[in-house]
Nanobody, 123 residues
Framework: QVQLVESGGGLVQAGGSLRLSCAAS????????MGWFRQASGKEREFVAAISWNGVTTYYADSVKGRFTISRDNAKNAVYLQMNSLKPEDTAVYYC????????????????WGQGTQVTVSS
């Protein structure tokens, strides 16, 4: 059982940066692949980024590639999403997720979800 709690969301102007954090508790975090998803108002939840259990492999949605960076610190049971050059279309609730593998993350075969944190980018 893994519990996930996101933080770091907020209001930022276009072109600005935010760093989201996801704190994990419970057994299994260090062997779980992790991911970030987002859901804008009126839209379906979409994949943003994934990272393997050891942090070696990462994947990004085309829409965020080059602007967002996913990382993790297994010693702190945490995963992060550094978001730079933010755009109004990045506005959404961002969710942290844990899964068996990065392939599972990208296929949205998620074992555990966080409650989400709101990111709002003003133009």
């Amino acid at each position: 059982q893994v519990q996930l709690v996101e933080s770091g969301g907020g209001l930022v102007q276009a072109g600005g940066s935010l760093r989201l954090s996801c704190a994990a508790s419970g057994r299994g975090f260090s062997v779980a692949a992790m991911g970030w998803f987002r859901q804008a108002s009126g839209k379906e939840r979409e994949f943003v980024a994934a990272i393997s259990w050891n942090g070696v492999t990462t994947y990004y949605a085309d829409s965020v590639k080059g602007r967002f960076t996913i990382s993790r610190d297994n010693a702190k049971n945490a995963v992060y999403l550094q978001m730079n050059s933010l755009k109004p279309e990045d506005t959404a609730v961002y969710y942290c997720a844990a899964a068996q593998s990065t392939r599972a993350v990208k296929a949205v075969r998620i074992d555990y979800w966080g409650q989400g944190t709101q990111v709002t980018v003003s133009s």
